[in-house]
Each structure stands twice: as C-alpha cells, then as structure tokens.
C-alpha cells in the first residue's frame, strides 16, 4: 500500500506511550495516526483495546475522532492461543476510560459475542489471533465499515504463517483487496463501494 506520505510526515510530537506498551512500535502507531488523519477518520472502533495504549495515541493525535470504541474480554477470559493469554488486561481501557469520546465494551467472550457493529470509518482488528476469532472479526468489519473507510489488522507479518497471515491470504484469495503494510505487522484494506 502507498500510504500518504505527506500525513506520514506529519510534524508529530512523541507519541504519548505508557511503559508497558509492548504491542506496536512506534512506526506502526505513527503510521495508524497518519492513516486515520488522511481519512479525516470520525468514528473508530478497535477490537482488542487491552488498556487502551493504541486509543490514547489516536485519541490524542486525530483530532477529528468523535467517538471511538473499544471491545475487550472480561478478566478470566481464556484466549485461543495461549500465548495471548498475558496479554488480557486487569482494568481494559484504563488509559482512556475519562476521556469523553471513548466507549468501552467489555463482553464475556470479547467479540464473540457481537453478531454486529456499528457503522463506522476504520475498524482495527488486534484482539484474538487465533483463525477463527480473525475470521469473525474480519467479517463484522467488512459488514460495518463505510466505502473509503478502512479495516486495519494488526500482527500481519507475511514471514510468518501465523493465523492472521492465514486467514488474510484465505480473504485474498477470495478476491478483497487485503495489502501488507511494509515495515510494520500491519494490513490494511479499504472499504470499496457497494
Ligand atoms: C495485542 S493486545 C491488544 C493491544 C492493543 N490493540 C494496543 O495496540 O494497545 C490483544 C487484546 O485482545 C484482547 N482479546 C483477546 N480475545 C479477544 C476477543 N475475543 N475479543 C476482543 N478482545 C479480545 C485481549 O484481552 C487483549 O487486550
């Protein structure tokens, strides 16, 4: 994908970043920001908020964002791959909880138990990497996101076939525009006109 050089080079400060973000570099959370700032992105929704790092960085940086909305599991949710497991958080949310524009949506199974979205501008899929959890999610985005918006994954990492590799090639292969992003664990498709 060519992304918007010009939103890339968006004279940023630091991005904020709590210690204990391990889950994107700094590269991938800029290029987040530079690609909801180019859609003038209003309405967010991130399946797998954990505490909420990658909400804090866009919420603070796109200044367009009315709303954003975060789905997580409740504490003692058992993860597919068990090495996820570290990864459910004690307080989901936490880092973004007071701010206005953030809605958090805990559900017992995470997004399991959603048939459904609302609709909305960018959906960033970073929750459960197993197959099946990739598959549903990719499927609520694909049915809730509007043309030109776009639906983003994370732990995309060709190399590898891990599950989200897997499942995204099943997608190509069935024909959606489904692009690497280079230089980041992220893929990305935009919505096309029904
Ligand atoms: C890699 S972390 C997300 C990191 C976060 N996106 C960020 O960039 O700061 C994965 C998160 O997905 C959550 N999760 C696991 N299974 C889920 C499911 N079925 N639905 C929603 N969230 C899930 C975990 O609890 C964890 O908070």
Known sequence: VSLPHAALDLDLPALSKADDDRFMTEYE???LV?????IKAKTV???????G?????????????????????????????????TEVPDVAGDLVLQ???FRLKKLRHGSF??????????????GDHGASAVSHD??????????????????????????????????RGAGRDIQHIADTWLAIEVQKAI
């Open 113 to 126: 138990d959603l048939t459904e979205l609302p609709s909305c501008d960018v959906v960033l899929i970073d």
């Open 34 to 38: 530079a690609l909801l700032y180019w």
């Open 53 to 85: 790092h990658c909400a804090r960085v866009l919420l603070d940086h796109v200044p367009t964002i009315r709303w954003y909305l975060g789905i997580d599991v409740e504490p003692g949710y058992k993860t597919g791959l068990s090495v996820q497991q």
């Open 99 to 101: 701010e206005r524009r």
């Open 29 to 31: 959370r800029r290029v």
């Open 45 to 51: 929704i991130e399946i797998g908020v954990q505490r």
């Open 138 to 171: 990719s499927h609520l985005a694909f049915k809730c996101v509007r043309p030109g918006g776009l639906i983003l994954w994370h732990d995309y990492w060709p190399p590898f076939a891990n599950d989200v590799v897997v499942t995204l090639e099943k997608f």
